[in-house]
């Protein structure tokens, strides 16, 4: 809003205020009127919004002026909720992808006796291969 008032003076576009208005001045509501080649700019002293107020059939209505900073700050809450949405994405896909164990304790535990059964059974059998050869390698 400065950069708008500043760019305005600087161009010569807000003067002193007119004679009307001079004569009447608006009561201390918190927002003040300038001239502004042909319209006028209603500043408002409390939020710093700038409105654009011109007569249009013998009516006067005023816009709103865009605000950079505004613009800005209001694009700025909107990427912060955004991002705060996808981080929450995020973490669920992150949830959802962690690998749940294959075995619970009791089923390891007995893949575990199978395994160590299965050791002893190769080791018994090449036990009784290994004999085998003693025999047939001793003479008769």
């Known amino acids: 809003m400065r950069a708008i008032l500043a760019a305005l003076l600087a161009l010569g576009a807000i003067g002193m205020p007119l ?3 001079a004569q009447n ?6 927002y003040s009127l300038q001239p502004a080649v042909g319209d006028y700019l209603k500043i408002d002293r409390r939020t710093g919004d700038v ?3 011109a007569s249009s059939g013998g009516a006067w ?25 996808l981080e929450k ?15 619970d304790e009791e089923d390891e535990r007995r893949l ?11 080791r018994h059998f090449f036990d009784l ?4 050869r003693e025999r047939e390698e001793t003479p008769i």
């Not at 001045?25 to 918190?30: A, D, F, I, N, V």
Request: proline share 7%; hydrophobic share 40%; charged share 35%.
């Open 19 to 21: 004679a009307a208005v």
């Open 25 to 30: 001045p608006p009561p201390e509501e918190g």
């Open 51 to 53: 409105s654009l107020c």
């Open 61 to 85: 209505s005023c816009e709103l002026i865009a605000d950079d900073r505004k613009a800005y700050e209001e694009r700025i809450a909107e990427l912060e909720a955004e991002n705060e949405k």
């Open 89 to 103: 994405q995020i973490a669920a896909l992150e949830a959802q992808r962690a690998p749940a164990p294959l075995l």
């Open 112 to 122: 575990q006796e199978f395994l160590d059964l299965g050791d002893r059974m190769f």
């Open 129 to 132: 291969v290994e004999r085998l």
